[in-house]
């Protein structure tokens, strides 16, 4: 199939554009920017008339679910939700059961995203068997049959010496090593930032140093290995500057941050809002100030969804015995097209960090639009504003604590692989 997709703004960070260019698609290939390639006809042509077209996102965290939580999600229903958002790459973590520690596993989740067609699905491998955090896993192995990284998801490591031992083999193969940057000792069963929120509402608390003394360590061994390591989710001031300084030092050090925690803060679980439960905890203002900047500046290089579908169950408990984590997906464009409308960052940074940012991290040719690139485009209109509703989500976890909240930029169109998965059928 071929596809023309006119009159649009296309923002293509990765190469430098931000112009009224065509986009033309023949099968799963770009092959024209601007002007068509001789004798191409399009069989559609969609007229992006007022809408940005940039590539399709790329969300470097989403739990998805299947296989063994399929009462939280499954691959179908969160592939949906991702076409709905623009999302064409998806990094699935590891924490499903069995658990990404063998090739069996990757290949049925990989067999299955391809049978759905909605969004391409990619595997993060455990860095442990069974995530255990003793015994490393075969991550050559894993790396054959297309994991693009690998890590502990949110499960600790037994020991420094497991994690050096870890972040050796994943260098002698090039693999990037997710890492979830927290003490478990300084957590201690904590489930909210220990401020003066938690204080008073009597929470077991978490403080900053759980992640900043992990921080610490992990670039330690990072130096000393010369692995390329990546630090999921970052949530404190303390660890920002710390990454900012062994950037500085040509460390191979990169990071994320879950687009929640550029814009909540720990007021938002007063009341004990359980939707706000999340792992790292929502911290303070200067914190969520300093994560802003470094998403600004680049030291942070991707903004993720760090989607966590639950049922409804999950969250309707006592605050400390909820499942920590938001359904993500749907808002991750929604999210970072705020921080534009707030001013602190332009429309092609913010398209930066959702696309060619988090695919460059784990080396992937994707989030761009060049000439031979993936045929992977979101279509939004920035000026379009809609509302998130939980009940019209396609995600099967609706815990997010931003029902009801307004967002810029209405998905029109999502293309995948050179075919039309989305479109809007109506203005939320």
Known sequence: MSLSIINGRLIDPAHGIDDMLDVHIDGEEVVGIGHAPAEFVADE??????????????????????????????????????????????ICTPDTSPVIDNTAVVELIHRVARKLGLARVLTTGALTRGLAGEQLSEMAALQAVGCVAVGNARAPLASTLVERRALEYAATFGLTVFLRP?????RAGGCAHEGAVAARLGLPAIPSAAESVAVAR??????????????RALSTHTAVRMLGEAQAAGLAVTADVAAHQLHLTEMDIDGFDSECHVS??????????????????????????DHQPHEPDAKQRPFPETEPGISGLETLLGL?????????????????????GPADIVGLPLGRLGIGSAADVCVFDPEQRWTLHRAQMASEGRNTPFDRWD??????????????????????
């Open 336 to 356: 970072t097209l705020r921080l534009v409308d707030e001013g602190l960052l332009d429309l092609p940074t913010a398209l930066a960090r959702v696309t060619s």
């Open 218 to 231: 992990d670039l330690a061994l990072a130096e000393h290995t010369q692995a390329k390591i990546h630090f």
């Open 45 to 90: 042509v969609i007229d992006a008339r007022d809408c940005v077209v940039c590539p399709g996102l790329v969300d470097l965290a989403a739990s998805l679910r299947e296989p063994g939580f399929e009462h939280k999600a499954t691959l179908a229903s969160e592939a949906l939700a991702a076409a709905r958002s623009g999302i064409t790459t998806l």
């Open 407 to 428: 967002f810029p930029g209405q998905v029109r169109y999502t293309v995948f692989n050179g075919r039309v998965v989305h479109r809007a059928t109506e203005i939320a």
């Open 280 to 305: 790292p905890p929502l911290r303070t203002t200067t914190d969520r100030d300093s994560l802003r900047r470094a998403v600004a500046d680049g030291t942070i290089g991707a903004i993720c969804s």
């Open 182 to 186: 927290e003490d478990r000792h300084l």
